[in-house]
């Protein structure tokens, strides 16, 4: 479908009042303890907050091509090739015959955002629904014009045919003619898994040819007639008010200067001198009174946060450390941790008739159309977001304030502008993954059982705190974190989601203990998991990642350089077993091999799952070994990549992959699950290597020769 086709689409759309009721209406998140909960429903529960009309999702072409409509957005997760495979597979069409549309809201179906490995198990099942309720409607369409039974009739490639009649047949295109799909039908059961031949099948991806040969666009790709590009004045820490800003000398170089409130900025018709520009402007801030940086920030989170909340517990702690003859204390760290996305965020808005168009790279286009109404003044009927490929969010791009500085600029010029920030940018706005602290007090019993786990984190957040160990006196508490809840001052700049949010630090901390304790026990690392563990789905990735890996039993440290770990997210289980070398002189750690095993039900393209978990374990290597944001003072000091160390070529190990096949069970997101498991299993593989306990996160060399010498 051309862009023509589409914008003839919008007033088709517009008159969905479910677009407007659905952007005001409320979502709740569920959690589900055992993740065995996770089954595929027989048929597809009602569609709760998202459209009952399957023409919100689908149209069928006068051509025969099929378009499906989604307010996910493509990160380069892969959601342009999975859902286009549900849909091809539940309408019994050709999967090169459908074409995406995704992330703009005037087209698309509502949608909370892209994140949190939510794309498969809550869009995708709304989008079979509807996929199986038009292709039901269509079959019986076909037999109205054949004059057939609708159960004699068969479908293959948008094509309906009576084999009792090879002659009759008939295409979806001539029977829906390029209009809306009218009739409806309730309760239409889904494709069996076992009968797929599009879904849970390898699938080429359909967005790369666009990004190999240069003509998939971002946001920072649409250009106009007369586009300037915008250069915000920004403080230089935060917390630090602007007191006077000098912008002649920006005026005489041509530039255009726009005071709007609190916004600064200067524009040119050309990006280079733009740039030039800003440098002319001469800006006096009053500096922010002096704070804390990334050497203090841990004993200001224990201080400044929130009273701790109880997000799980069972059994009774003094029961449990009466029992225990073994008593194990330890507190772990992790550090602030950036996005960095290859991509900043950039923005182009254009206002044409009273209607702004904002084409912007997040992962949420809904939640930034009410900000850039609300900044215009405009009402949201006027705003149209468009997310176009985004070059990486890991939760870094779940707001848009580059939309907004981008449109503000746009009204107040009267032009189209670009708003692409600079990676120095990027660092300062950024809402790091938070600094968080740990503490976990436990007990083994005489015979190596854990009969005590009491587990407090601060600043992660809470997800996966509560153990899903076998433990029979534990608690877990939380205090502050990337949901909200901080108080004023807690945290010197914004955090937010990271990949796995919370996960990632109390995986860190719970996998690492579980290690130590199996070291106090004098038992195997994956044994003494096993000990512990009744989950079956859990039970099952480790015994696959053991097998893979060759795992041998012995007591850590064994010399040999080798750990596990394990956990959940969002339902899905992963297992990671790792071998890494030490180097004793300078705390140099190289990881050879890693093994991962995955259960996330079933895979709707094995293919793209397995780039996913190969993905998350390499950038899973940079939280473990070298990222973290070095400040003072509200001042953010990494402005590039060349003190914030991303993963590079010369770490990658062998990495292998298993998906596990669990077809009875839901279809979950993969996108996030493998990589929570990573710094735990590095820790684990070095104190099985050299016989140190690493306990904060990133495992710099420094850091690791440290505690080597305190080893020594």
Same mark, same amino acid.
């Given at each position: 479908?051309?862009?023509?086709?589409?914008?003839?689409?919008?007033?088709?759309?517009?008159?969905?009042?479910?677009?407007?009721?659905?952007?005001?209406?409320?979502?709740?998140?569920?959690?589900?303890?055992?993740?065995?909960?996770?089954?595929?429903?027989?048929?597809?529960?009602?569609?709760?907050?998202?459209?009952?009309?399957?023409?919100?999702?689908?149209?069928?072409?006068?051509?025969?091509?099929?378009?499906?409509?989604?307010?996910?957005?493509?990160?380069?997760?892969?959601?342009?090739?999975?859902?286009?495979?549900?849909?091809?597979?539940?309408?019994?069409?050709?999967?090169?015959?459908?074409?995406?549309?995704?992330?703009?809201?005037?087209?698309?179906?509502?949608?909370?955002?892209?994140?949190?490995?939510?794309?498969?198990?809550?869009?995708?099942?709304?989008?079979?629904?509807?996929?199986?309720?038009?292709?039901?409607?269509?079959?019986?369409?076909?037999?109205?014009?054949?004059?057939?039974?609708?159960?004699?009739?068969?479908?293959?490639?948008?094509?309906?045919?009576?084999?009792?009649?090879?002659?009759?047949?008939?295409?979806?295109?001539?029977?829906?003619?390029?209009?809306?799909?009218?009739?409806?039908?309730?309760?239409? !059961?889904?494709?069996?898994? &076992? $009968?797929?031949?599009? =879904?849970?099948?390898? +699938? /080429?991806? @359909?967005?790369?040819?666009?990004? *190999?040969?240069?003509?998939?666009?971002?946001?920072?790709?649409?250009?106009?007639?007369?586009?300037?590009?915008?250069?915000?004045?920004? !403080?230089?820490?935060?917390? &630090? $008010?602007?007191?006077? =800003?000098?912008?002649? +000398? /920006?005026? @005489?170089?041509?530039?255009?200067? *726009?005071?709007?409130?609190?916004?600064?900025?200067?524009?040119?018709?050309?990006?280079?001198?733009?740039?030039?520009?800003?440098?002319?402007?001469?800006?006096?801030?009053?500096?922010?009174?002096?704070?804390?940086?990334?050497?203090?920030?841990?004993?200001?989170?224990?201080?400044?946060?929130?009273?701790?909340?109880?997000?799980?517990?069972?059994?009774?702690?003094?029961?449990?450390?009466?029992?225990?003859?073994?008593?194990?204390?330890?507190?772990?760290?992790?550090?602030?941790?950036?996005?960095?996305?290859?991509?900043?965020?950039?923005?182009?808005?254009?206002?044409?008739?009273?209607?702004?168009?904002?084409?912007?790279?997040?992962?949420?286009?809904?939640?930034?159309?009410?900000?850039?109404a609300q900044a215009l003044g405009f009402t949201p009927?006027?705003?149209?977001?468009?997310?176009?490929?985004?070059?990486?969010?890991?939760?870094?791009?779940?707001?848009?304030?580059?939309?907004?500085?981008?449109?503000?600029?746009?009204?107040?010029?009267?032009?189209?502008?670009?708003?692409?920030?600079?990676?120095?940018?990027?660092?300062?706005?950024?809402?790091?993954?938070?600094?968080?602290?740990?503490?976990?007090?436990?007990?083994?019993?005489?015979?190596?059982?854990?009969?005590?786990?009491?587990?407090?984190?601060?600043?992660?957040?809470?997800?996966?705190?509560?153990?899903?160990?076998?433990?029979?006196?534990?608690?877990?508490?939380?205090?502050?974190?990337?949901?909200?809840?901080?108080?004023?001052?807690?945290?010197?700049?914004?955090?937010?989601?990271?990949?796995?949010?919370?996960?990632?630090?109390?995986?860190?901390?719970?996998?690492?203990?579980?290690?130590?304790?199996?070291?106090?026990?004098?038992?195997?690392?994956?044994?003494?998991?096993?000990?512990?563990?009744?989950?079956?789905?859990?039970?099952?990735?480790?015994e696959a990642a053991a097998k893979q890996f060759g795992?041998?039993?012995?007591?850590?440290?064994?010399?040999?350089?080798?750990?596990?770990?394990?956990?959940?997210?969002?339902?899905?289980?992963?297992?990671?077993?790792?071998?890494?070398?030490?180097?004793?002189?300078?705390?140099?750690?190289?990881?050879?091999?890693?093994?991962?095993?995955?259960?996330?039900?079933?895979?709707?393209?094995?293919?793209?799952?397995?780039?996913?978990?190969?993905?998350?374990?390499?950038?899973?290597?940079?939280?473990?070994?070298?990222?973290?944001?070095?400040?003072?003072?509200?001042?953010?000091?990494?402005?590039?990549?060349?003190?914030?160390?991303?993963?590079?070529?010369?770490?990658?190990?062998?990495?292998?992959?298993?998906?596990?096949?669990?077809?009875?069970?839901?279809?979950?997101?993969?996108?996030?699950?493998?990589?929570?498991?990573?710094?735990?299993?590095?820790?684990?593989?070095?104190?099985?290597?050299?016989?140190?306990?690493?306990?904060?996160?990133?495992?710099?060399?420094?850091?690791?020769?440290?505690?080597?010498?305190?080893?020594?």
């Amino acid at each position: 479908m051309n862009q023509h086709e589409l914008n003839q689409l919008d007033v088709n759309l517009s008159r969905r009042g479910f677009f407007a009721a659905a952007g005001a209406g409320l979502f709740v998140f569920f959690g589900v303890n055992r993740v065995n909960a996770y089954q595929e429903p027989a048929r597809l529960p009602q569609r709760q907050n998202m459209p009952s009309d399957l023409n919100a999702y689908l149209r069928i072409g006068a051509d025969g091509r099929v378009t499906c409509f989604s307010g996910k957005v493509e990160l380069g997760q892969g959601c342009t090739t999975s859902l286009a495979q549900l849909l091809a597979e539940e309408l019994d069409v050709e999967y090169n015959s459908v074409d995406m549309v995704l992330g703009d809201t005037d087209l698309c179906p509502y949608d909370m955002g892209t994140f949190g490995s939510m794309c498969i198990p809550m869009f995708a099942p709304a989008l079979r629904a509807a996929a199986a309720e038009a292709r039901a409607v269509l079959l019986q369409m076909a037999a109205e014009q054949l004059q057939a039974p609708v159960e004699r009739l068969q479908v293959k490639a948008g094509v309906v045919t009576d084999p009792s009649t090879p002659a009759k047949r008939i295409t979806y295109a001539q029977l829906v003619e390029g209009k809306r799909i009218e009739r409806h039908l309730a309760n239409v !059961p889904l494709k069996p898994v &076992a $009968k797929f031949t599009v =879904a849970a099948h390898p +699938a /080429a991806r @359909k967005d790369a040819l666009d990004k *190999v040969t240069g003509k998939g666009k971002y946001a920072a790709d649409f250009a106009f007639p007369g586009l300037l590009h915008g250069r915000v004045v920004r !403080p230089p820490a935060h917390g &630090a $008010k602007l007191l006077s =800003a000098d912008t002649s +000398a /920006a005026e @005489k170089f041509g530039a255009r200067v *726009v005071r709007d409130g609190d916004l600064l900025a200067v524009l040119h018709e050309r990006p280079d001198l733009a740039d030039r520009a800003l440098g002319l402007v001469k800006a006096q801030f009053d500096p922010p009174p002096p704070t804390v940086d990334d050497k203090t920030i841990f004993d200001h989170l224990l201080k400044t946060a929130p009273p701790s909340r109880p997000v799980g517990a069972k059994g009774d702690l003094a029961a449990g450390e009466k029992v225990s003859t073994t008593i194990v204390e330890e507190t772990y760290l992790n550090s602030y941790v950036a996005h960095a996305p290859i991509e900043t965020h950039s923005a182009t808005a254009n206002i044409e008739n009273g209607k702004v168009t904002v084409w912007v790279s997040t992962q949420a286009p809904f939640s930034v159309k009410p900000q850039v109404a609300q900044a215009l003044g405009f009402t949201p009927q006027n705003v149209r977001i468009i997310a176009p490929y985004v070059g990486g969010g890991f939760g870094g791009k779940s707001a848009g304030p580059q939309a907004v500085e981008a449109a503000r600029l746009a009204k107040a010029t009267g032009k189209p502008v670009q708003v692409v920030w600079n990676r120095a940018e990027e660092f300062f706005y950024d809402t790091f993954r938070p600094a968080a602290v740990v503490k976990i007090r436990a007990g083994l019993t005489s015979a190596g059982k854990i009969a005590l786990w009491d587990f407090n984190v601060v600043g992660a957040g809470e997800r996966e705190a509560d153990s899903f160990y076998d433990i029979p006196n534990k608690r877990a508490l939380s205090a502050g974190g990337w949901q909200g809840g901080n108080p004023p001052g807690m945290h010197p700049f914004g955090v937010g989601p990271w990949r796995a949010p919370s996960v990632n630090t109390n995986s860190f901390a719970r996998e690492s203990h579980m290690d130590i304790l199996a070291a106090k026990a004098g038992i195997d690392p994956l044994e003494f998991r096993l000990n512990h563990l009744s989950d079956a789905r859990l039970r099952r990735v480790l015994e696959a990642a053991a097998k893979q890996f060759g795992w041998k039993a012995a007591k850590a440290p064994s010399g040999r350089g080798v750990g596990v770990a394990c956990g959940v997210y969002s339902g899905a289980c992963s297992a990671t077993m790792a071998e890494v070398s030490v180097n004793k002189t300078t705390g140099h750690v190289q990881v050879k091999r890693m093994v991962s095993a995955l259960d996330v039900g079933w895979a709707v393209n094995p293919d793209g799952m397995r780039q996913q978990m190969e993905g998350c374990l390499t950038m899973g290597l940079g939280y473990t070994l070298t990222e973290e944001v070095h400040f003072k003072d509200g001042e953010v000091l990494d402005r590039n990549f060349g003190s914030y160390e991303l993963p590079r070529f010369s770490w990658l190990p062998k990495i292998e992959t298993i998906l596990i096949d669990n077809p009875g069970a839901a279809a979950l997101g993969g996108g996030e699950p493998p990589i929570i498991t990573v710094g735990a299993v590095v820790a684990n593989a070095i104190y099985d290597a050299v016989g140190a306990r690493m306990l904060q996160l990133p495992m710099t060399p420094e850091r690791v020769a440290e505690a080597l010498k305190k080893k020594a």
